[in-house]
């Protein structure tokens, strides 16, 4: 009888496991689920003996922290002036997949954390939707600090931060940089011509790590409609890490 009773439990654990991840990819505009049986992922290996308790890499916590500091009264460029805070970026030192975007907006200029308004929340469902939580990847922007009333950071604005997003990168070393939006882009690929259009979907090679170009989350709540390409991007991205993928018949 309890054999029946724990099939019957089993049994509705896992619908509810399946309905929340279709509710959580609808949310993200992907109408699709993921087949966990299909493919395991690849393991993180296993924390050393004495290792930091979230299992990262000291070394790279302490050099983080380390550049963390040396930049906090980083004045290189005019947008230091006007800061409420320095958004250094959050995640894990260690981390696989780092996203950048472009600068901090006012709600991230406000609390000095990366991707926090509503492109923000977008974001964390798209990481959520590739099977992932925020503080497993790396977060943080090309630009440091926040341009007046949101413009678009100058060409010579990212010339001039963005050896902290480089440095950033050399000390996680990740697998894959994801950049988000066009500006971004073109900010790590010191190319003004890059664009979203004509270069998502395929890695590029950079500086020894591959970039996957896709739509900036702030993009896509006003075109809704791009959010299958990007979700497309996403499973590439997947793919290479080795993440379950959703099932071939069900992706868009
Ligand atoms: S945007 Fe970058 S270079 Fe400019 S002040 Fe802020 S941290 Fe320094």
Redesign the pocket.
């Known amino acids: 009888m309890s054999g029946a009773n724990d099939q019957t439990e089993e049994r509705e654990k896992l619908i509810a496991e399946v309905e929340a991840r279709v509710e959580l990819e609808r949310g993200f505009g992907a109408d699709v689920y993921r087949s966990e049986a299909a493919r395991p992922a690849r393991a993180r290996p296993e924390p050393r003996p004495g290792a930091h308790p979230t299992g990262e890499d000291p070394e790279k916590r302490r050099r983080l922290e380390e550049l963390r500091r040396s ?1 906090a009264d ?8 006007n ?1 409420n805070k ?1 958004v250094f970026g959050a995640g894990r030192s260690d981390a696989r997949l780092i996203f950048v975007g472009e ?1 901090p907006g006012r709600e991230e200029d406000r609390q000095g954390e990366p991707f926090v308004g509503r492109a923000g929340k977008l974001l964390t469902r798209m990481i959520k939707a590739m099977g992932l939580e925020r503080d497993q990847v790396f977060i943080g922007n090309i ?3 926040r ?1 007046p009333e949101n413009r678009t ?1 100058t060409l010579a ?1 990212m010339a ?2 963005l050896p ?1 997003i480089l440095q950033q990168i050399d000390i996680i070393q990740p697998e894959i940089v994801c950049a988000l939006g066009a500006t971004a882009l073109k900010g790590l690929l010191r190319d003004p011509r890059a664009s979203i259009g004509g270069m998502r979907g395929k890695f590029l090679d950079w500086r020894g790590t591959k970039i996957m170009p896709t739509y900036h989350p702030a993009y896509l709540l006003r075109a809704p409609a791009e959010k299958p390409k990007t979700w497309e991007d996403l499973q590439v991205i997947m793919d290479d890490l080795g993440l379950p993928l959703p099932e071939r018949g069900d992706r868009r």
Request: charged share 15%; aromatic share 4%.
């Open positions: 930049m980083c004045h290189q460029c005019a947008l230091g002036a800061r320095l600068a630009l440091k600090c341009p950071p604005e001039i931060c902290y």
